[in-house]
């Protein structure tokens, strides 16, 4: 499974990448605003930093506006992906992108067939949504699931990218369901490796290596 960060954050871009654990990340407009810098140039750093996809999204509604956009965004770094919503719009953007060569990834995803649709429009990647479905009462892991084999049945080559990750055990059962990939923020990330259990674990064990006579 690949691990992506979903953060415009430098810094924590940088302090994850010297783990290993970074291979690739994913952006949308919230987390951009976040940083409070000139899109392109956000985009231009993380992608000078990761050498895996980069997603950058799109703003323009009309398939057109998606397009033109798009090909912008696609000149700006080589590891750069265009992020496209699930529209009727979308799928004709995607569907113009793929044959231009130009790698898309489908975002605010909340149902399988959706990702079907995305798929067969050509999406590189897609992006299920599991904790905003969990927020209204849906289980989100389940679609994932269903895409996955979805997918599998038909031998598509588009990613899952398991998005909106609010838990450890979000990871954990996307994994569980074959995802190719889960976007993690920054602040989820560092609970997937440490445990209360390991940090008294080597407070006891320092506390004993003190009795041992030197
Ligand atoms: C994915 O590409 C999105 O940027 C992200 O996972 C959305 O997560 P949220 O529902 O926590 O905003």
Same mark, same amino acid.
Not at 9 to 35: F, M, Q, W, Y
């Given at each position: 499974?690949?691990?992506?960060?979903?953060?415009?954050?430098?810094?924590?871009?940088?302090?994850?990448?010297?783990?290993?654990?970074?291979? #690739?990340?994913?952006?949308?407009?919230?987390?951009?605003?976040?940083?409070?810098?000139?899109?392109?140039?956000?985009?231009?750093?993380?992608?000078?930093?990761?050498?895996?996809?980069?997603?950058?999204?799109?703003?323009?509604?009309?398939?057109?506006?998606?397009?033109?956009?798009?090909?912008?965004?696609?000149?700006?770094?080589?590891?750069?992906?265009?992020?496209?919503?699930?529209?009727?719009? #979308?799928?004709?953007?995607?569907?113009?992108?793929?044959?231009?060569?130009?790698?898309?990834?489908?975002?605010?995803?909340?149902?399988?067939?959706?990702?079907?649709?995305?798929?067969?429009?050509?999406?590189?990647?897609?992006?299920?949504?599991? #904790?905003?479905?969990?927020?209204? #009462?849906?289980?989100?892991?389940?679609?994932?699931?269903?895409?996955?084999?979805?997918?599998?049945?038909?031998?598509?080559?588009?990613?899952?990218?398991?998005?909106?990750?609010?838990?450890?055990? =979000?990871?954990?059962?996307?994994?569980?369901?074959?995802?190719?990939?889960?976007?993690?923020?920054?602040?989820?990330?560092?609970?997937?490796?440490? =445990?209360?259990?390991?940090?008294?674990?080597?407070?006891?064990?320092?506390?004993?290596?003190?009795?041992?006579?030197?």
């Amino acid at each position: 499974m690949e691990f992506f960060l979903d953060t415009g954050n430098i810094e924590e871009i940088k302090r994850i990448s010297r783990l290993g654990l970074v291979d #690739g990340v994913t952006t949308n407009p919230t987390i951009i605003a976040k940083e409070n810098r000139d899109f392109k140039s956000v985009i231009q750093e993380i992608c000078s930093l990761v050498e895996g996809p980069v997603s950058a999204e799109v703003i323009g509604l009309t398939a057109d506006k998606m397009v033109e956009e798009a090909l912008e965004i696609a000149g700006w770094a080589p590891n750069v992906v265009v992020k496209v919503p699930m529209t009727e719009a #979308g799928l004709e953007a995607v569907n113009r992108l793929t044959k231009e060569g130009i790698k898309t990834n489908v975002t605010l995803i909340f149902t399988a067939t959706q990702g079907l649709m995305a798929a067969k429009a050509g999406a590189t990647y897609i992006s299920p949504f599991v #904790g905003r479905l969990d927020d209204i #009462g849906t289980d989100g892991l389940e679609m994932v699931k269903n895409l996955k084999s979805i997918l599998n049945n038909y031998e598509f080559d588009t990613k899952i990218i398991t998005a909106s990750v609010r838990n450890i055990s =979000h990871v954990e059962q996307a994994a569980a369901a074959g995802a190719d990939i889960a976007t993690i923020p920054g602040s989820i990330l560092p609970k997937l490796w440490s =445990h209360p259990l390991t940090d008294s674990g080597i407070e006891r064990f320092l506390a004993d290596w003190e009795k041992v006579p030197k």
